[in-house]
């Protein structure tokens, strides 16, 4: 009776079987029976051939390519790139970004070790320090509409040029507190400091949005928003690099003043290269 059974397969011990048999319809006294190994792979192959769909049509024109290929000939053009590089071909944009890169700089820099400065060095609480740090915002928030309408009346040049150095002159005067300075000889300075920051920020973003072409006005405005936060990054980075390396802190923190002022003062004479934006763009 085993002659007329089919398929015929054999297991590990050479002994040939019905792979049927052996799968299906066993008796109930047949529970320890296992199906062979080499059955079992046999369904298996003749399942996948059922499902799966002949792709040896794409395996040509889909050849993967070694990695060797791969760094040898890598992509370099991106159909539709998430910044296009044409764009730091106009140096009004290209001079936006790095005027904006170093007011934030400056802003955040100094914003964050005067805080430490009011509280560690002149022993004032975190509330008194807040208030003491709010001439610095109040000038920020009344000198952006002026900002404003410096750029709609002589484009961004001037405005940024005059912001950067009224950044430098707030950062020579701060470079000269010292652990016993009164506030009188403190918020003059800082009230200075953000009214630069005011006027800069607008103007670095009408030279940035401004120069690009109409369709790529949203990535000109992520640009500029990206370069605002790499400056606040730099800024704190800079200035604690700077007072780390120095025995006391407001040493560390009146040469760190000096080097902000050093790059502001740069960064006024970068913004001579700004342009009015076009009315076509």
């Known amino acids: 009776m085993a002659g007329d059974l089919s398929p015929q397969c054999a297991d590990r011990l050479g002994r040939r079987s019905n792979c049927n048999a052996l799968g ?3 008796p109930r006294g047949t529970f320890g029976r296992i199906r062979p190994r080499r059955c079992r792979i046999a369904r298996r192959r003749t399942a996948r051939a059922r499902i799966r769909p002949d792709r040896s049509e794409f395996r040509e024109p ?5 990695g060797t290929d791969r760094f040898r000939h890598p992509p370099r053009r991106a159909t539709t790139p998430l910044l296009p590089l ?11 970004v790095t005027v904006l890169i170093a ?23 975190a509330l008194e320090t807040g208030v003491r740090l709010l001439p610095l915002m109040a000038a920020f928030t009344l000198a952006s509409p002026l900002g404003g ?27 000269r507190l010292s652990a016993e300075s009164t506030y009188l000889a403190q918020w003059p300075w800082l009230g200075l400091l953000g009214i630069g920051m005011g006027i800069t920020i607008v103007a670095a973003t009408d030279a940035i949005v401004g120069n690009v072409p109409g369709e790529h006005s949203g990535v000109a405005g992520g640009l500029q928003t990206t370069a605002g936060q790499l400056g606040g990054v730099l800024g704190i980075s800079l200035f604690g ?9 407001v040493g560390g923190m009146q040469t ?3 080097v902000g002022a ?18 076509g763009k």
């Open 256 to 258: 760190a003043m000096w």
């Open 86 to 96: 044409a764009l730091f071909r106009s140096r009004s944009v290209s001079a936006g």
């Open 103 to 125: 007011s934030n700089v400056a802003l955040y820099g100094a914003l964050f070790y005067l805080g430490l400065y009011l509280q560690n060095i002149q022993g004032f609480p």
């Open 149 to 175: 309408r410096l750029t709609a009346r002589f484009g961004p040049r001037v405005p940024l040029t005059a912001g950067m150095v009224l950044l430098a002159l707030s950062f020579l005067g701060l470079a």
């Open 241 to 249: 690099v700077l007072i780390a390396g120095n025995d006391a802190f």
């Open 62 to 66: 889909c050849r993967r390519r070694s």
């Open 24 to 26: 299906r319809g066993k």
């Open 262 to 279: 050093g790059i502001a003062l740069m960064s006024a004479l970068l913004a001579i290269a700004v342009e009015k934006p076009q009315p």
